[in-house]
């Protein structure tokens, strides 16, 4: 999330914080107070990760709701009847809480008291925040000299003073860290691009006079988005504006479309995708009405003529966006229909006062040759700068069921 200011430790509160179940209503209205929360702590994502149970909590300080999980339950793949009732119970992006008015481990400790009680023998938390920020073109440039072997030997731009403070809490409490990898781990990357836009350059100035657009007629906070890119990626995306492409938002009805360019895409670049029925889930449940927070999931589509060149799903949730999906034909590449979509997120997430366009996960790594040096490179060549959040932390609840769990995952991994 956000690069967060210092913030002084709080005293805790003498009443304990309590846990209960909260309903959808209640977590919503609460999310929709804290605008730097992730979609994967909205209530309506367990529509979307149906092999998951899915719940929502608050924590109590009397009669005041003072943070909020979105947990997911997962049952170990393993048919003994003595885990019939164990569950792996995981937090992505959150706890969602004020740090400055609530004690994380006015948090933590009952919301392990609280999961050991449903039955979990493992809690997998992903505490929102950012430890690290290093500037994208210096990673751009790190990555091209070849003379580091990761992005944590280069310096920061930002640093979260409680860093070390919080990380030093947590083991206290008895969580363990996530271990060091260059590859993807299960669940959220550690190392995420994220392109940092200012969407205040655009608001009306003193007299009410709107801002001026350029001579290529940008306004001047999407002037600083593209200023951000590399020469070559600014010049393409600027170039696919004048390639007789048409973006355009789909509906539900255009996912099977979507879906077709997607396989093609999967099996041109050789990963495993996701079946349509998961994106009908998501575009469903994220853009429920009944949903408090401010939430959208949209469907870009770039035609050329009749024929669909690229396609994007993008979240949005207050002022957070993501890239989530992506895909594209391999003809008529010289349209840079993919720069077009990629374009159209950042205007529409400027629009709606975002302040970080999230382009997903990547590697530390900083050699040149590692198989996953090609997305590192496009990333930080769109504008992303790198950053590192505090990774997810593991507490186990039943020791040797969770060495178990982490030895399955190892070997399916």
């Not at 299960?186 to 006079?209: H, K, M």
């Not at 993501?322 to 008529?332: N, P, Q, T």
Request: hydrophobic share 35%.
């Amino acid at each position: 999330m956000p690069d967060q200011a210092p913030t002084p430790r709080s005293t805790p509160s003498s009443r304990p914080l309590t846990v209960r179940r909260i309903t959808r209503g209640e977590h919503s209205r609460f999310l929709a107070e804290h605008p730097e929360a992730s979609f994967l702590q909205n209530p309506q994502w367990p529509g979307v990760k149906i092999d998951w149970r899915g719940d929502s909590v608050g924590f109590y300080d009397g009669e005041t709701l003072r943070a909020t999980a979105l947990v997911l339950f997962r049952r170990l793949p393993v048919p003994l009847p003595v885990l019939k009732r164990r569950s792996l119970a995981y937090i992505a992006e959150g706890p969602v809480f004020d740090r400055t008015s609530v004690d994380l481990e006015s948090v933590l400790a009952p919301l392990v008291q609280y999961l050991k009680s449903r039955g979990a023998f493992l809690v997998r938390v992903g505490l929102p925040g950012v430890v690290n920020r290093w500037d994208g073109a210096e990673v751009r440039r790190a990555l091209a000299a070849g003379d580091h072997r990761s992005v944590t030997q280069l310096e920061p731009i930002h640093t979260a003073p409680e860093a070390e403070d919080l990380r030093a809490r947590l083991t206290a409490l008895g969580w363990r860290a996530p271990a060091e990898s260059e590859e993807f781990e299960a669940g959220q990357p550690q190392f995420q691009a994220r392109i940092p836009l200012q969407p205040e350059l655009d608001a009306p100035g003193p007299d009410g006079t709107p801002a001026e657009p350029n001579q290529n007629g940008e306004s001047p906070a999407l002037e600083a988005a593209l200023n951000r890119m590399d020469s070559t990626s600014r010049r393409q995306t600027r170039k696919s504006t004048r390639s007789e492409l048409t973006v355009t938002v789909g509906t539900a009805e255009d996912l099977p479309a979507w879906q077709a360019l997607y396989e093609e895409t999967a099996t041109r670049d050789g990963f495993t995708g996701r079946p349509l029925a998961y994106f009908q889930r998501m575009f469903a449940e994220l853009n429920a009405g009944d949903s408090g927070a401010d939430t959208e999931c949209t469907l870009y589509l770039a035609h050329f003529g009749d024929q669909l060149l690229a396609a994007a799903i993008y979240v949005r949730q207050a002022q957070f966006s993501w890239y989530v999906y992506g895909a594209s034909s391999a003809e008529e590449r010289k349209r840079y229909a993919p720069r077009a979509l990629q374009l159209r997120q950042i205007q529409d997430s400027l629009a709606a006062g975002c302040t970080w366009y999230d382009l997903g996960g990547m590697s530390p790594s900083l050699d040149p040759g590692y198989e996953l040096a090609g997305l590192t490179r496009f990333k930080t060549t769109m504008g992303a700068d790198v950053i590192q959040t505090y990774g997810e932390w593991d507490y186990s609840v039943n020791r040797p069921l969770a060495a178990a769990f982490n030895l399955y995952m190892a070997r399916r991994s």
